[in-house]
């Protein structure tokens, strides 16, 4: 048993049990009544445990609500642990009670000093530990406030749920990959099941990681009998249970809810006659997302999709300068389900500050898509922003042989876990050789396994150039990730488009040189998913490989009629009768054909406005109802886009800018969202502030901006109040704008009320007033 | 994990889409269809509830004193009282979020589809208090909730305290008192020893009565 180290049991069911009343704050009786604390602790080191846990599971400022000081609470915790006599005292740090954006309304840097001061009172402790964790979000916040503010050892764990999930949906492998990646000296499980459900996520787990396994379970899963909570499972089933997940290799162990100091000394009885074999650590490239972990055995290939990049991509230039992100989402959507595996995101334009952008979009990304990312970006700053808020363990694109490059990014990729691509360029430029490539590649691999950061994390990109310029270059790149390959062992990326740059009918190449690289050992192609051409190729070498087990998925594929790809169909409707049936594949053609014989703004203004204008009529009149008039909307901003994609740049003019927002305190931006894409429909530029914003944002943006039109929403008659701040704070500036508000609870008389100018009782109304505003 | 067996009331659906009788054309029929059963794929709806000795309208043994005249009322003459919570889990504010980029004509009906679960959960919640107190010869009133009447929404740090609603389902809230997921209830219900008529819930106790656009075209919320 000498490996094995034994935890405490539950706190708060003791101080229950000893009177403490329901709902009350218990790490306020470390002040109000230490002794009874102190019995605790002294109950448990009695029954056999070497490390007792501080009462201090909810002593963040934020749950402590002003009943007293961190400090206070968390030196006294500290003090009364050590003086139950234990061999060790861990700090407990519990959840803030507040849910991290974007799902939630608090900010990463708001949790991560929650954390850092409860950590900065840890004098006294030998462990920090995080446990009951549900967001791995968090989880990182409060482990880089434990790493960054104290030298101590930091154990993390997280509670999962019956389906295997935490509460945000992180599985045991992702859970235990992205912490131990983060620095965590032993990742494990806590709470909400018994011992006998939590074996096959601990098992998981001690596949996935090699630093050392801790399981606190509940004595059981817990039944409400009469109103009242109960744990079934007693002391000797606990421990028998226990010794089960110990001989699996678990070596750190403890209770949580509903275990007692009988629980913990029967424990102890059955580890100290162990012979644990640990299930064994299978090494092999993991990246995780907040919700999955895409790993690579043998010679496995995972796809990145190549499309979240500005370079020659109108839109998501557009969506990166007015921070909507909803094309890029969409984006996201549409390679996932073509098939990536991971994301590339790349926010790299001159006009815009890329750090604080590239930030923003991988938490918004990270919420919809449960692809792992890569973060693209040649700024270290931009990158270490990125990766510092990213809920698992992603890709960094890229470092290189330049010593500069070398010096800024291998330390971030260390220090927050990431893997990293290593292209083989340096001072002078892409060698012409596979050799030269090679080189570069070794001196790349050779620093970072210095850092120690582990081979399984690092990939090498031997560089793709296109054909167009010279013919031998190809053969150069797949002899290069041969030798890299062979003689460093890791695995090799490669952005296979840029060897028919300059071409006609790019795909073609692209496809045939993909093959190529995929047999010779190309692990992580960077690739346009939604090209079917690639995609075949890359089913086709699964099969090849033995990674697509039995052909399954080749067969789920390709078995069956093969479906041709159906062209939008050419159609007779007007472009009012397809708006008005929400005929979205019918719009783009019926524009196209407009467009032959009207100029853009006379297809705008003599087709598309006039459509959602009749569907806003019929939405008035009670014919339509919200999903039709949502349907033609979209159909409508469909229409938009195609009239904007083949128009001269300029001749599509905004009639005029409106700034929306869904206002502070308020987290339901629906409403707000409809609107926008109705004020989309009639010409108008929306920038679209988001949920929860301060009135501050929203005076800077109005006086920035200059606009005429400001549009408030608030769903909840508790933010309406936010919203009359907001109107306050407009007026007190000296704004000159016109302020129309909306939302569910509102009125006209509280409209009035709160100052604004406008009630918008719905969407159609608010494209009036618009109207009414811009046309005077 | 018990299968999903809710039936999502589609009439509930069109309902708080603010529908009023129109044509229901095959598309919007469809769409509908097909987001209530991505709705039953996503959602993990789960409940939890605690039963407390009242001492007025304080919960006996613990620091939550109820504050109003509109609970005092709901409450009045009961035996004791039960705090529950449900929830349809994270999964459908994050698909919310993503219908939301995608398709706001999807993301619509999806919202409605959950409001109408989210209500079907909590009904089979009060359901199963019902019958654990059938024995006892009490009886429950209606679902309560914090921001009714004149009960304060800051009720609900305690009464997700009370309960272990965090730790158990996963509810968090917003400085402001918002619950996170966002398809999530709390409410307080009293145990009675005789059947309770006089429903206390409802438009008359309602804080958003002046406002409900519900209410002003003549139908109700829930």
């Known amino acids: 048993m000498d490996n094995i180290q034994i935890f405490d049991g539950a706190m708060g069911t003791q101080l229950q049990a000893r009177g403490l009343k329901l709902g009350a704050l218990p790490e306020l009786l470390c002040l109000t009544d230490p002794d009874l604390v102190r019995s605790v602790h002294t109950d448990y080191v009695n029954a056999g445990a070497e490390v007792v846990t501080t009462n201090t599971f909810g002593a963040n400022r934020r749950k402590l609500m002003g009943k007293a000081e961190v400090g206070e609470v968390v030196s006294a915790a500290v003090r009364l642990a050590r003086e139950s006599g234990a061999q060790k005292v861990a700090l407990d740090i519990g959840p803030t009670g507040a849910l991290l954006k974007p799902l939630g309304a608090m900010s990463f840097s708001e949790a991560y000093e929650l954390f850092k001061e409860t950590v900065s009172f840890s004098d006294g402790a030998d462990i920090i530990l995080i446990e009951t964790m549900s967001d791995i979000l968090e989880a990182k916040a409060a482990l880089l406030a434990a790493k960054e503010n104290s030298e101590l050892p930091v154990y993390v764990t997280m509670t999962f749920g019956e389906d295997g999930r935490t509460f945000l949906g992180t599985d045991p492998e992702t859970a235990a990959v992205t912490l131990h990646s983060l620095g965590a000296d032993a990742v494990g499980i806590n709470c909400s099941l018994g011992p006998k459900e939590l074996l096959p996520l601990a098992e998981k787990m001690l596949r996935a990681v090699p630093c050392p396994v801790i399981v606190q379970p509940n004595a059981g899963l817990p039944v409400i009998e009469n109103g009242k909570t109960v744990y079934p499972v007693p002391p000797d089933e606990f421990s ?21 100091p009988e629980h913990i000394s029967a424990l102890r009885r059955a580890a100290l006659s162990l012979s644990s074999s640990r299930s064994p650590f299978i090494p092999s490239p993991r990246f995780t997302s907040s919700r999955r972990t895409v790993s690579l055995a043998g010679s496995d290939v995972a796809l990145i999709g190549e499309r979240i990049n500005p370079t020659g991509k109108k839109k998501v230039k557009e969506a990166l300068r007015n921070r909507d992100y909803d094309y890029i989402i969409n984006e996201a959507i549409s390679q996932a389900e073509a098939g990536a595996d991971l994301l590339d995101v790349n926010a790299g334009l001159p006009e815009i500050d890329e750090a604080e952008v590239l930030e923003e979009l991988v938490t918004e990304l990270s919420a919809v898509t449960d692809l792992p990312l890569q973060i693209d970006s040649s700024d270290p700053a931009a990158v270490e922003r990125a990766v510092r808020v990213y809920p698992g363990k992603p890709i960094i694109n890229s470092v290189n042989g330049k010593e500069e490059s070398l010096a800024a990014i291998l330390p971030i990729a260390k220090k927050y876990g990431a893997a990293v691509v290593g292209l083989t360029l340096d001072e002078s430029g892409i060698p012409p050789t596979a050799e030269g490539r090679f080189k570069i590649a070794e001196k790349i691999v050779l620093r970072a396994l210095s850092l120690g950061i582990p081979r399984e994390d690092i990939l090498i990109d031997c560089l793709v150039l296109t054909v ?97 790809v159906e062209a939008a169909p050419d159609s007779e409707l007007s472009v009012k009768d397809i708006v008005l049936s929400g005929r979205k594949l019918l719009i783009e053609g019926a524009v196209k054909k407009a467009l032959a014989s009207e100029t853009p703004m006379d297809v705008i203004n003599g087709l598309l406005i006039p459509a959602i204008n009749a569907a806003g009529e019929l939405f008035e009149k009670g014919k339509f109802f919200l999903p039709q008039l949502m349907a033609s909307a979209e159909t409508v901003k469909l229409g938009f886009d195609a009239v904007k994609n083949s128009a001269e740049k300029g001749s599509v003019s905004s009639k005029g800018t409106i700034i929306l927002a869904t206002v502070k305190g308020d987290i339901h931006d629906i409403g707000k969202n409809i609107v926008k894409l109705l004020l989309n429909n009639y010409g108008y530029e929306v920038i679209d502030l988001g949920r929860d914003v301060p009135p501050e944002t929203v005076v800077a943006e109005a006086k920035a901006r200059n606009v005429k039109l400001v549009g408030l929403s608030a769903l909840m008659t508790t933010t309406v109040k936010g919203m009359e701040e907001t109107v306050k704070a407009l007026r007190a500036a000296g704004c000159g704008c016109k302020i129309m508000v909306g939302g569910a609870v509102l009125t006209k008389e509280y409209a009035d009320m709160v100052g604004a100018d406008y009630y918008a009782k719905d969407a159609a109304e608010s494209a009036k007033i618009a109207e009414e505003i811009f046309n005077n | 994990m018990p299968a999903f067996d809710y039936e999502i009331d589609t009439d509930e659906t069109l309902r708080y889409l603010g529908y009023r009788g129109q044509e229901l054309t095959e598309d919007v029929r469809n769409r509908i269809g097909s987001m209530t059963e991505l709705l039953k794929r996503i959602a993990a709806p789960a409940w939890t509830w605690g039963v407390f000795e009242l001492d007025g309208t304080r919960l006996s043994g613990t620091e939550l004193e109820l504050e109003g005249d509109s609970i005092k009322r709901h409450l009045d003459g009961a035996e004791k009282c039960v705090l529950m919570a449900a929830t349809l889990g994270h999964s459908c504010d994050r698909e919310a979020m993503r219908l939301e980029a995608k398709s706001l004509a999807d993301a619509v009906c999806f919202n409605a589809a959950s409001v109408a679960l989210i209500e079907a959960v909590s009904d089979r919640c009060q359901r199963e208090i019902g019958a654990s107190f059938k024995a006892e010869g009490l009886h429950i009133n209606g679902r309560f909730s914090p921001g009714y009447g004149d009960l304060p929404l800051t009720a609900q740090a305690s009464l997700i305290r009370l309960i272990g609603a965090e730790e158990r389902l996963g509810i968090t809230l917003t400085d402001g008192c918002l619950m996170l997921p966002r398809k999530s209830v709390t409410a307080i219900i009293g145990l009675f020893k005789t059947e309770k008529v006089g429903e206390t819930r409802g438009c008359a106790v309602c804080g958003m009565r002046e406002f409900c656009e519900y209410r002003k075209a003549g139908v109700r919320c829930g």
Request: proline share 3%; glycine share 12%; net charge positive.
């Open chain 1, 240 to 260: 028998f249970l226990m010794r089960e997940l110990m001989d699996m290799g678990v070596t750190i162990v403890g209770g949580c809810c509903g275990t007692t």
């Open chain 1, 468 to 564: 167009s310029t010279d013919q031998s270059l190809a053969v150069e790149t797949l002899r290069a990730v041969r030798l890299v390959k062979e003689r460093l062992g890791v695995r090799t990326v490669l952005g296979v488009s840029n060897v028919s740059f300059g071409l006609p009918q790019r795909e073609i190449l692209n496809s045939g040189f993909l093959a190529s690289a995929l047999a010779v050992g190309l692990d992580l192609p960077i690739m346009n998913p939604l090209s079917a051409r690639y995609m075949d190729v890359v089913r086709a070498h699964r099969v090849l490989s033995g990674q697509d087990k039995g052909a399954a998925g080749y067969i789920e594929k390709y078995s069956g009629a093969a479906k041709p």
